[in-house]
């Protein structure tokens, strides 16, 4: 069976992102991993928990949405939520997931954007997922870099891309995309506000379709 990767930076990442065109993409056979690489223990928005309670809430929130989208798969790796580095260690451990399950395409964050024109999407977290993402799909393809016998994906879906030239009709699917994102309740102190914002972005993001999930694709 074919398989799609999706790695995020935090959980909620992938649901803005690329949820739908994940559940496209299952329809047409494949099967679905998420990978999360922090916790996303700084980035929580309602009454104040201890750290572990803020984690395991996360997790659970994550694993929810995956499902509503039809993942059931969904990979923590527990680094830090504000301090993710683009180091051999993290490398090492997303290498060794994409030899395991060996997807044909890779999603993750645009590390070409680089205009800084917003704060949320261009932090330090989300920079460094998409080097993360990038140095790992090289390095899985070297069978000298890492242990582990080489797996070559065929493309990466960079998603927060300023230059997309793919995308993908998300029109029909926007109810379940909204629902899936509503799982990340210690997100989102009003929903309503972010479906309006979700909604507005995935307006502008095509003449063609109504709503749509855009991406930069590189063959690998």
Avoid: W
């Amino acid at each position: 069976m074919k398989t799609v990767m999706a790695i995020g930076a935090h959980p909620d990442d992938i649901e803005f992102s690329c949820s739908i065109t994940i559940n496209n993409l299952m329809q047409k056979g494949y099967q679905a991993v998420y990978v999360i690489l922090t916790n996303g223990e700084s980035g929580f928005k309602i009454e104040h928990k201890p750290r572990k309670e803020r984690i395991k809430i996360r997790e659970r929130e994550q694993i929810e949405a995956a499902k509503v989208i039809g993942v059931n798969k969904v990979i923590f790796l527990h680094e830090k939520d504000g301090f993710l580095e683009n180091n051999e260690k993290i490398r090492s451990k997303v290498v060794k997931l994409i030899k395991t399950y060996k997807p044909e395409i890779v999603f993750g964050f645009d590390p070409a954007n680089r205009d800084f024109a917003s704060l949320n999407l261009n932090h330090k977290d989300h920079r460094n997922a998409g080097e993360i993402v990038f140095d790992s799909v090289f390095a899985a393809k070297n069978k000298y870099l890492f242990t582990g016998n080489p797996h070559k994906a065929d493309k990466i879906y960079f998603f927060g891309s300023n230059k997309p030239n793919y995308f993908e009709n998300v029109t029909n699917k926007i109810d379940l995309k909204l629902r899936a994102l509503s799982k990340h309740k210690s997100q989102f102190t009003d929903f309503s506000k972010v479906e309006g914002h979700v909604k507005k972005v995935l307006v502008r993001n095509s003449k063609k379709y109504k709503y749509s999930e855009v991406f930069r694709v590189v063959n690998v």
